[in-house]
């Protein structure tokens, strides 16, 4: 079946600095990447969808400078948090779609990236 | 606005129990699906609904769709203590844009 990657799975970094995480489709080409995130005990908010080799769709009330995300091949997406403050704590879960069967296609997640920030 | 809705929120059963899980959702969607979450893990995909009418059985879980009420059920038959995990409904919207909202989850507990 088909898997996605995350790395790391967790992070701890000091409040101003910059976090990059990773999320690689291992054996398909996703030509759409998701980035989720969620906070203790509650659902999935989506934060931005990106398309190889074009500029992602944020969603409402997510920093597009803050939230920077690259989505330069087929198998990677890259989300850099910057400048983190402690209230970007948080489980952040990237999914890929490989887009060729649009009626059963579907949305693989990785296994999500815990981020905490001091 | 694209709205997903899922009750109830808590369900607390005690095992060898049936209950149906709710999701409603706001406008047309071309398929549906349900997850499941342990805690501190990612999604494990369960179903995926496609068409109205649409009815898919695994095991202790049954899912099923009604687009034109635009709900969607999972039904847990005779209920066992591994089946404790967060489930999640998520749909796919279409209209204006292509992303997935997820439902706001229900947490599930069976009581031996």
């Known amino acids: 079946g088909a898997v996605v990657s995350q790395h790391p799975s967790r992070v701890i970094c000091k409040s101003g600095t910059s976090v990059k995480i990773e999320c690689r489709s291992l054996?398909?080409?996703?030509?759409?990447m998701f980035w989720y995130r969620q906070f203790p005990k509650q659902s999935l908010m989506l934060m931005a969808t990106?398309?190889?080799?074009?500029?992602?769709?944020?969603e409402q009330g997510v920093e597009k400078d803050k939230f920077l995300i690259n989505h330069a091949s087929l198998t990677l997406s890259t989300l850099t948090v910057t400048s983190a403050h402690p209230e970007d704590s948080s489980f952040y879960i990237c999914?890929?779609?490989?887009?060729?069967?649009?009626?059963?296609?579907?949305?693989?997640f990785g296994p999500g990236t815990r981020l905490t920030v001091l | 606005e694209l709205k997903v809705e899922q009750n109830p929120l808590f369900l607390s059963m005690q095992e060898g129990k049936n209950y149906t899980i709710y999701c409603n959702y706001s406008?047309?969607?071309?398929?549906l699906y349900w997850y499941r979450q342990d805690p501190g893990k990612s999604l494990e995909s369960l179903f995926v609904?496609?068409?109205?009418?649409a009815v898919k059985q695994e095991g202790r879980l049954m899912a099923s769709l009604d687009t034109k009420a635009r709900l969607s059920t999972l039904h847990i038959t005779a209920a066992v203590h591994d089946l404790s995990a967060t489930y999640f409904c998520?749909?796919?919207?279409?209209?204006?844009?292509?992303?997935?909202?997820f439902g706001t989850g229900t947490r599930l507990k069976v009581l031996a």
């Open positions: 054996d398909f080409q996703a030509t759409t």
């Open positions: 999914s890929a779609s490989s887009g060729l069967l649009p009626l059963t296609d579907t949305q693989y």
């Open positions: 998520a749909v796919h919207f279409t209209s204006g844009t292509y992303k997935y909202i």
């Open positions: 406008t047309t969607s071309d398929r």
């Open positions: 990106s398309n190889e080799g074009s500029k992602a769709t944020y």
């Open positions: 609904l496609l068409s109205n009418g």
